[in-house]
Every structure is written in structure tokens, then in C-alpha cells.
């Protein structure tokens, strides 16, 4: 017999509320880094859009190489086309990007405001819906999907002119926050082994 959707979710509920208390420490350690790292793309924000835009167009453009390699290697296997056809729509986008990117800068921009409004969204939902569970950590995780939304706004309304430094600012800004907000429960979680230990 299968659990109830009500079982299963206070199943997941437990799960993660035993996985921020078992392992705090590391969410501790991530918190600091994305701090660290949010801090520093806030600093120079075009230079980070620039660097995220290449490091990006290299994955692509390596995932690309070996999907082409793997593709030829089983090319009598069911859906050579579409593996074929996804392989070099990695490659190319990849060479786009490196080609010129600048430009790739501003299309990342444009799909990075998509993943803020998405993000937000589908974090203030997890909030509420783990706002018994989590007690008090749940409000970090909806200001963490408010500041997504309000990111989001802030490129819409600034554009055309926020396609050169938004990628990277917004990145450092949602890097900080999010750091914040895995430091905080983190910290509360710690409070509560330290009670209940």
C-alpha cells in the first residue's frame, strides 16, 4: 500500500528537518562561501558576468564534445538524431558564447531574469509548505524567494541598461542573500542539537 500524499509529506518533512540537524556544519561552510562569493561578483559585476559567461560557454562547449563522441560511438542505438541534434546545439551554443560574450552576457541576463522569477516562485511555495516543520527557518527561505523576485524586477525595469551589469551584480546579490539564509538555518539548527543534546 502506498503512503498518503500526508504521509509521505511529513516523511519528506522529517527527512529535512533531520538533514539540516545531522549535517549544519556544512551548511554552515556553504553558507560562508556563497557569501564570500556573492561579495566579491557585487564588486566587479561586469568582469563576473564576463568570466560566468565564459566558464559557461566552455561547459557547453566540452558537454557538447563528449555527447558528439558518445553519439557516434552508439549511433545504432534508438534516438541517434536526437542525441545527435542536442550534442551540437551544446557545441554551438558553446561557440556562440565564446565567440562573442559580450553578447552572451546579455542573452545569460535575459534567461537568468526567467530563473529569478522561477526560483522566487518555487521558493516561497517550499516555505509555506514547510512553515510547520521548520519553525522559525522558514521565513529565511521566503525572504530568499522575495529578494529573487525583486532581482528580477530590478533587470526588467532597468533594461536596456542593465543588460551589461546585472549578470554578475544580481548573481553576487542572490549568491549573498542565499548564503544568508543557509548561514541562519544553519545556526538555528545548531541551537536546536545543542538543546536537545
Known amino acids: 500500500m502506498s503512503p498518503t500524499p500526508r504521509s509521505f509529506n511529513s516523511i519528506v518533512s522529517m527527512t529535512l528537518t533531520e538533514g539540516i540537524h545531522d549535517h549544519w556544519r556544512l551548511f554552515l ?13 557585487i564588486i ?17 562547449l566540452m558537454a557538447g564534445c563528449v555527447a558528439l563522441f558518445s553519439t557516434f560511438r552508439a549511433r545504432r542505438a534508438p534516438g541517434f538524431p536526437w542525441s545527435l541534434l542536442s550534442a551540437l546545439a551544446a ?14 552576457m546579455v542573452a545569460l541576463t535575459l534567461v537568468l531574469t526567467v530563473f529569478f522569477i522561477v526560483d522566487g516562485v518555487v521558493i516561497i511555495i517550499l516555505a ?5 516543520e521548520l519553525t522559525r527557518r522558514w521565513q529565511w527561505m521566503m ?15 532597468g533594461l536596456p541598461g542593465t543588460l551589461l ?11 549573498l542573500f542565499g548564503g544568508a539564509s543557509l548561514i541562519a538555518i544553519a ?9 536537545s543534546g
Open 29 to 41: 561552510i556553504e553558507g560562508v562561501v556563497l557569501c564570500i562569493l556573492g561579495v566579491a561578483e
Open 44 to 60: 566587479v559585476p561586469p568582469i563576473a558576468g564576463l568570466v560566468a559567461t565564459v566558464f559557461l560557454a566552455w561547459l557547453l
Open 165 to 175: 551589469w546585472a549578470l554578475g551584480l544580481l548573481v553576487g546579490i542572490d549568491m
Open 91 to 104: 557545441v554551438i551554443a558553446g561557440g556562440v558564447l565564446l565567440w562573442s560574450p559580450l553578447r552572451g
Open 143 to 157: 525572504v530568499n524567494g522575495v529578494i529573487d523576485l525583486v532581482l528580477a524586477a530590478i533587470i526588467i525595469s
Open 128 to 132: 509555506l509548505e514547510h512553515r510547520r
Open 187 to 195: 545556526l538555528e539548527a545548531r541551537k536546536e542539537v545543542l538543546r
